[in-house]
């Protein structure tokens, strides 16, 4: 137990805590990163994700954050491992070390499209209780919530296509998760969507004052826990494969490959798998220290 009560559960980077009867609480916890997501926090949160929902005493899950913001997004310091552990892959396309984009391909695949399915897909409510920033590969850590509960402070953003050269996240469920045509405006421009924004187009469920958010996030888990698990469950799948009938898994499936096709384009023209000529300037500078240090990544 840490000195605030709540306990690591054995990770580096997560608190696993139980913070009210049959409630699970991940918090995501680099905080001097903005909780960046790089292969350590991935696998912590799969196997935390695994733990909630296998504990049969566990009936709702809300995944937090520890600091000012949610999530930055995919971690691009080069630090911590580069590769998913080969004894905790889930998935089983292999090739991981594969030359050209082979390797590139079976990490993204892994890492991103197929590992955050599977978390929205863990069968029981997950509230996102979401503060701060929230940028890229961090949107698709709110997307896998049923629910989302944020403070007034909290504010999105996909710049992968406007500084990058990538048409949008891996996780692409963007046209589902706002309007199409905002959608659109949303990663051309690369701009920030407010709380309220997301409130009005359906994103979220609430936005309340940054001193209240996670009293408001418990405080709903609290409302579901009172009620039928097994039904919570029938409603949450039912919900999911409602959307997924609407094209959701299909068209997600298909903007990966586009993903792919920006990321080897950049490769093409310039080396690396991002655009380096639309990065901001200050991105921009890291990344040639990155690339001169470490070689190239993809994102
Ligand atoms: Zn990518």
Redesign the pocket.
């Known amino acids: 137990m840490t000195t605030d009560g709540t306990t690591q559960a054995g990770y580096e980077q997560l608190f696993y805590e139980i913070p009210a009867p049959k409630v699970a609480r991940i918090v995501m916890n680099r905080p001097d990163r903005r909780n960046a997501q790089g292969i350590t926090m991935t696998y912590e949160l799969d196997d935390a994700f695994r733990r909630a929902c296998h504990d049969d005493r566990i009936n709702v899950i809300i995944l937090a954050a520890a600091g000012a913001h949610f999530n930055a997004g995919h971690d691009l310091s080069g630090e911590g491992p580069a590769d998913p552990p080969r004894d905790r892959i889930a998935g089983l396309w292999g090739e991981y070390g594969g030359e050209g984009w082979q390797g590139a391909y079976a990490r993204?695949k892994e890492i991103?499209l197929e590992i955050t399915e599977r978390w929205r897909n863990a069968p029981k409510p997950v509230i996102g209780e979401i503060q701060g920033s929230v940028i890229s590969g961090g949107v698709m850590l709110a997307w896998v919530c049923d629910l989302i509960v944020c403070s007034d402070d909290a504010r999105f953003r996909d710049a992968t296509a406007a500084e990058m050269g990538?048409p949008g996240v891996?996780f692409f469920q963007h046209a589902y998760e706002m309007s199409p045509r905002k959608a659109k405006e949303w990663l051309m421009t690369g701009g920030w969507m407010t709380a309220h924004e997301a409130e009005r187009q359906g994103m979220v469920n609430r936005v309340v004052p940054r001193e209240h958010l996670s009293a408001a996030a418990l405080e709903l888990a609290g409302t579901i826990v009172a009620r039928n698990p097994f039904t919570m469950k029938l409603v949450k799948q039912a919900i999911n494969f409602s959307q997924d009938q609407m094209g959701r898994k299909a068209a997600m499936d298909h903007a990966f490959q586009m993903?792919q096709i920006g990321?080897m384009q950049a490769m093409l023209v310039g080396g690396v798998p991002i655009d380096l000529d639309s990065l901001p300037p200050a991105v921009r500078a890291n990344i040639d220290k990155l690339i001169a240090a470490n070689g190239p990544k993809?994102?």
């Open positions: 993204e991103y990538i891996e993903h990321h993809p994102d």
